[in-house]
């Protein structure tokens, strides 16, 4: 299978601990994008890497939210002190360029209990 | 976070009728694209248009990208049970930083 793969696909985790999710997006894809998705809503954008560098991230990425790529291939989002209102579907989508097809993962939900 | 303007936000229909659902935006995106969603899973593209009055068809899916670049529209013909879940519209700037901006959904059921 060569999509978007993310893991886990659920955790669950107590209010306050740490969590950190993984991506892998398709191989070729040099542009990688982190999405939160709510119940009942659109997935809503947290940041973007070129390659390895973050180039952009979202009001909604808070202080406690952070986000790499090391070597410009997977990328890890990281949530410190979490809280119940991070509960949520984190989606990752990666594209080979400007304006093409973003092809997204299967989703990390995250249930903070 | 800005969301574009989905409707209608259900749809419940017999199998075998043609559905249309479409998305409004106050601001000019350079690429439009649908997504469907089924429960617990990622949104999984259908169709993306690239240019201001693009028709483009995938089966029994036909997409167009508005002239004014403001909004989009997709049609299903001939629904199938296997067409129900969530669609997504979604927009996209020039250079593409921030990401696409998704529409709320609009959530197909289909009854047999």
């Known amino acids: 299978d060569t999509g978007v793969s993310q893991n886990p696909r659920h955790k669950i985790t107590k209010r306050g601990q740490n969590v950190t999710f993984r991506c892998d997006p398709i191989?070729?894809?040099?542009?990688l994008y982190w999405y939160r998705q709510t119940l009942g809503q659109g997935p809503e954008f947290l940041t973007y890497f070129q390659n390895e560098a973050q180039l952009e991230k979202s009001r909604l990425l808070s202080d406690r939210f952070s986000a790499e790529r090391p070597k410009g291939s997977f990328s890890t989002l990281e949530i410190q002190r979490t809280e119940q209102g991070d509960s949520a579907m984190y989606l990752c989508?990666?594209?080979?360029?400007?304006?093409?097809?973003?092809?997204f993962g299967q989703g990390t939900r995250l249930t903070v209990v | 976070g800005q969301q574009l303007n989905q409707s209608p936000q259900s749809m419940f229909i017999q199998e075998g009728e043609d559905v249309s659902m479409n998305c409004t935006s106050s601001s000019i995106f350079n690429t439009w694209l649908w997504y469907k969603q089924d429960p617990g899973e990622g949104p999984v593209l259908l169709i993306a248009l690239y240019k201001a009055g693009e028709l483009t068809s995938n089966g029994r899916l036909t997409a167009q990208f508005g002239i004014t670049r403001k909004d989009s529209f997709l049609n299903i013909s001939a629904s199938i049970p296997s067409d129900v879940g969530i669609y997504f519209c979604a927009g996209q700037r020039r250079g593409g930083a921030d990401g696409l901006t998704f529409g709320k959904g609009t959530h197909l059921i289909i009854q047999p």
């Open positions: 989508a990666s594209t080979s360029g400007v304006n093409t097809e973003a092809f």
């Open positions: 191989s070729e894809h040099n542009r």
